[in-house]
């Protein structure tokens, strides 16, 4: 068997052909569009040789076919070459390596280049370009790729088979659809992480979740992320264009977010090549697949569009090439050597790499290049400075790098140092931080991953590479945890597997309420309502409302019928809400208290099952509040009765209305019966209101305003509150204070006098007390001093002859009539007759003061009888003074002026007629004119009553003598003790 054949560019012309087809070796190009099965094919020719062989473009990509070849042939018998990670058994048959690790110095039976069309791509063109030239199997070689290809490849090798392959299915175009429309099983392709992040954002929120798929990815993290995406955890896959590169997923449509990408310099827009590899990735085997574009992503043009749905594009007309065989006698000879162009028709000089750029950036160093003066130390430096850039933290940090690898490399040891390797591996095993936090620690571990599988740059490069790869799976799977918990939200997730699936399992409803679906907790069920888990993260979308109402819906539906038949004992009243089996399930709306409203607190479309529940929890607040307010209801049904009297029956009304309180209108005359009838329905009142006592409590307050707060005066009495006009709302508690403190007021001369310390329980100062005072009708008085009423119980009959007759009369305090304890009917002013309140009234202090005075002295009595004393002064008090609006005196009328003016004042004498002469110029008084009393002259007499006003005799009643007047005789109640008193000391 012939050795592959040596493609050295020394002996090429530019008209002859690379390679004469003279070997029995067999050299194919398998062409054709994406889902071709061009993977599959390599993979089993491969497999059908002892050993073998293939490269692939992505390291994520090597990880999948080494996982398939390792289920065909065992794991002893693969290995895995890429630059951060060997996985190489003692005796391995068959080699999956990414196409810049294929080690090209093992011959092997079967060799297999994917994706060969890369070898016109600017960046990594040349390292596919150099396997197409010099990676050969013993027996067969394959180099797979896009049609674009196809001339190329026959300019080069003319006696070279090409294979065509159609695609399996058919691909076409969608045109632009929204996020929150896109089709399940659909990859959403961006060109920046940020991007990424964002399209993923909003697919958890909208959709349940995505997996995400970067180059960035290590192959584990990559592998669980497609894995959601193959199982159906997840119907949307957001990945950059690394999907275009041979990944085998079941995606039915790819939509773009945009065209344009950064490619390391420049952000330029996408070949529509790269369009087509990308879109390809949509139908697998016979499943045909669609394109588009979504977001502010533009629609493609027509021409464009035919393009990839037909898989034409312009062929390939070169490949990028670099010289393989450099010179490493000097470094200037190397720098040359790098630069040759290739004299071979379409093998362009490919622009310079990153290996490159850093070997001039760290020769024009003069310590570095004082260093290279062999061979030994040039390999060396070339050695480092193919360092994949994985931190993609700039220039400058790679130089660094490299040089420190470079003078560790020059080292006495020969090696780089441990301890230093060592603390790059402490400062990134770290599993806490973000997405971006934990990529950046993988690509610092791949970056060391590459420097532990390089074969001489470590002094225990096993141990190290163990250690890294542990690194590496503990990382990949803390940021598999971290993009799922960002990205996917398995509640919704599972929502919408039960809005697809046919028939929905039946969801557990935990003691708690956690409703169970699939496993995931997606919701709380209180009473009759489902409340989604986790609503921050989920806007409200319709489709997951659907989701959740078909699953949760028969659950709802028992529900309904359960709570139609419920007892009574299992509802409950709280507030605004009625509660069942202690969750709400319904709620009360401004209604009548006795014709309550309610909603439940449900949106389910089955109008039986809601009316019967309805109706249900509608009867039962209607008769707990006939049970629960006895006294409104009462006299709501006085209200309605039309047998009820007049008076009561408008005082009944508004009790209704207004809750159970009401000002009392002192228009409204009640008569006995009246009263009666409104004693009977249980309503109280004072001067001020009319009330029911259950109105007085705060809980049943607080219950009726459940019913609505309403407006005007009803918004104040379910407050416990009255309107006072000219000054505001008041509370019964207060009204009732003032009623009591006017009770026991004492009213003397038409104005009440009450105790300043009444007032205190009123928490008011003067000010308001005078403004309360002055709304509730009076007036301030000057206030005035009375003895201290001192408040004692009435005695027994039996005890109180004895009691008389040891206590002296003089100490026997003076008794006050109790009027607090007086009905509050018998204490309102407006009953008492106005000639009464007109006159002073004799007060329970003057009368006792006259009736000591006037009890006879009792001198020299018995040790052992009672003796009267000098009388005690009692304590004085002074109190505040009201007289009522209605009995203040009118004030004085004004007089009026007479006008003046010049008239001439009436001369009453000039008119008189002239009188007839008496005896000593008198006049002669008219004999038909009865004689006139002169009350004038009587007065100026002296004002002595009894004597005549005349010198004939006076008056009638100056004839008879008048003595003293005599002095009025108390009136002595024959009941009262000190007549009793007064009796036993006159028989004595």
Known sequence: MPSPIDSGVSDLSPTRPLINAVSDARLAAVLGPTNTGKTHYAIERMCGYATGMIGLPLRLLAREIYDRVVALKGVNAVALVTGEEKIIPRLPSYFVCTVEAMPLERQVDFMAVDEIQLCGDAERGHVFTDRLLHARGRFETLFLGANTFAPLFHRLFPAAEIIRRERLSSLSYS??????????????????????????ELIRRQRGGAAVVMGSLSPKTRNAQVELFQKGEVDFLVATDAI????????????????????????????????????GRAGRHMN????????????????????????AFAPLEAAQWRNHKLDFSTLDTLLKSLTLPSHTIGLHLAKEALDERTLRMLAADEEVALKVRNPVTLRTLWDVCQLPDFRKTGLDEHLKLVSHLFWSRLSPEGVVAEDWFETQIRDLDHMDGD???LSSRLSGVRTLSYISNRGNWLKRNDHWRDTTRDLEERLSDRLHEALMQRFIDARTAALLKALDADEVARPEVTPEGQVIIEGHAVGELKGLTFKLSNADSVIADKTLRQAANRAVLPVLHDRLRA???????????????IDWNKEPVARIEPSDWFAPKVKLLCDIDNPALAERAL???????????????????????????????????????????????????????????????????????????WFLPEALNPKMRQHMRAFGVGEGPRAQTLRGLLEIPDHGPVSLKALSQVDKIVNSAIFQKGALYMREADFAPLGLNEDQRDKLMLALGFVKVPPQTFPVVVHKPKPEPVVAEVAVAETPVEDAPAQEVAVEDAPAEAIVTEDIPADIIAEPIETAAEHLAEVIEAAPAVEDAPSDEVVATEPAQPEMEERLGWRQKSLEPRPPRPRRDKPQGNKEKFDRERFRPPAAEGAEGQPVRDRNRPPKFDKTRDQKRG?????????????????KPRGPKPEPQPYINPYSPFAILREKLGQN
């Open 175 to 200: 045109g632009s659809k929204k996020l929150t429309r896109l089709p399940k099983r659909t990859a959403i392709v961006a060109f920046s992480t940020e991007k990424v992040y964002a399209i993923a």
């Open 288 to 311: 045909d697949g669609t394109f588009g574009v979504t977001g502010e992503c533009h629609e493609l043009d027509d021409d464009l569009v035919e393009q990839v749905q037909s898989h």
């Open 435 to 437: 997405i971006d936090t």
């Open 943 to 959: 004002g002595e009553k009894g004597k005549g006003g005349n010198d004939k005799g006076g008056n009638d009643r100056g004839d």
């Open 563 to 577: 709570l139609a038949q419920t007892a009574s004992k299992s509802l409950h009243l709280r507030g605004h809400t």
């Open 615 to 689: 109706k249900r929890v509608s009867d039962f607040v209607r008769i707990f509040n006939q049970h629960q307010l006895k006294g409104l209801y009462r006299v709501k049904q006085a209200a309605d009765a039309e047998g009820t009297l007049p008076q009561v029956r408008a005082i009944a009304f508004q009790l209704y209305e207004n809750g159970g309180l009401v000002r009392r209108d002192e228009a409204i005359k009640l008569t006995p019966e009246d009263k009666a009838a409104l004693k009977a329905l249980g309503v109280a009142g004072h001067r001020y209101a």
């Open 244 to 279: 275009g590169m041979g990944l085998n997923m079941d995606i039915a449509h790819v939509a773009f977010s945009g065209f344009s990408k950064f490619d390391g310099k420049n952000v330029r827009h996408l070949t529509a090549q790269e369009i087509g590899q990308i879109a």
